[in-house]
């Protein structure tokens, strides 16, 4: 019950921060959003940092470690607010969900127990699938012809790409690291790295002249759609490994768009609807058939160690 809650609750939030951001995209540059945004959940985490470092229980690892996912980190984030504001939430969301191509993509160069994929029928027909869907999304979107259109499809498109990097580089470098404390550290990074894109190409003094609505919504977006998500969904991996929370996560496209519905009005016509059920079905066949090969893999290793037991 309590990863069936935690991971509901994870989509439920990751939910609201699209929603959250569009808002926020007619009051501060994406740069800014980005760094204030980010801050409020390093600040709201801060003090179980402190905690460990008193404990001494933090892998001094983690800070050389911890660079390289952070610097992906801030990349994807960049991207992902700037993409706000060219497109409508419900739309980018879903196309974010291609990043799962590009892990199970990256997965199958860098890691040699991933490889057995490529003999994989549910792994190759979510692939078909999930390019089909893609293509079917964008191609029938209305007004796709717009320049604004066609940047937010790109950068979003990217965004994907990078968060592809962004695991792939925290599965290497967290390796045998506790994932909170490592996500802590990387969120301080993060924040860093922000903040300098901020200074540099954005306008945080403009900050200063929001009102109420506007900052309120960047301190529960903060809290509820980067730091209580992203813990609710370790929770859920935890305790009911990766399958489940990676498929229930694909539905967060569509509680988007119900919510962007009535505030943005935004629409979807029928045959992008069923394109995007077709992507998502083939980014859950990919998870599906990744998830799959594990248990054989850990029979496998078992019935190994059984032979050389027998040998001796």
């Known amino acids: 019950m309590a990863a069936t809650g935690a991971c509901l609750g994870a989509v439920a939030l990751w939910s609201t921060g699209p929603i959250f951001i569009k808002y926020l995209t007619g009051c501060m540059d994406s740069w800014s959003q980005n760094a204030v945004r980010y801050s409020v959940a390093v600040v709201f985490w801060f003090p179980f940092l402190l905690y460990v470092l008193r404990k001494g229980a933090l892998d001094p690892r983690i800070w050389r470690r911890a660079v390289l996912p952070a610097v992906a980190n801030v990349v994807m984030q960049s991207l992902y607010a700037a993409a706000f504001y ?3 939430p419900g739309f980018l969301t879903l196309l974010s969900n291609t990043s799962a191509l590009w892990v199970a993509g990256f997965s199958l160069a860098l890691f040699p ?12 027909g979510g692939l078909v699938l999930s390019l089909g869907g893609l293509f079917g999304v964008l191609y029938f979107k209305e007004g796709f012809a717009e320049k604004r259109t066609q ?13 592809g990097v962004y695991t792939i580089c925290v599965k290497i470098s967290l390796r045998g690291i506790d994932s909170r404390t490592g996500f802590s550290v990387i969120s ?9 894109c901020a200074l540099l190409w954005g306008h945080p003094g ?11 919504a960047v301190v529960f977006s903060g809290i509820t759609g980067i730091a209580l998500a992203h813990v609710f969904y370790y929770t859920a ?4 490994g990766a399958t489940i929370p990676m498929l229930v996560v694909l539905a967060q496209p569509f509680l988007v768009f119900s919510l962007s519905s009535p505030i943005f009005h935004e629409r979807l016509n029928g045959p992008q609807l069923l394109c995007g059920v077709v992507l998502l079905i083939g980014s859950g066949l990919s998870i599906w058939a990744q998830q799959h090969l594990r248990p054989r893999e850990a029979a496998s290793k078992e019935q190994n160690l059984l032979d050389l037991a027998r040998e001796g």
């Open 86 to 88: 060219h497109i409508d």
């Open 113 to 124: 127990e991933e490889r057995p994929l490529l003999t994989s029928a549910r792994f190759w």
């Open 151 to 163: 940047i937010g499809v790109l950068l979003i498109l990217l965004q994907a790409l990078m968060w």
């Open 188 to 196: 301080i990074y993060t924040v860093v790295g922000l903040w300098l």
């Open 206 to 216: 403009r900050m200063l002249e929001m009102g109420m609505g506007p900052w309120a």
């Open 237 to 240: 991996i935890q305790r009911i």
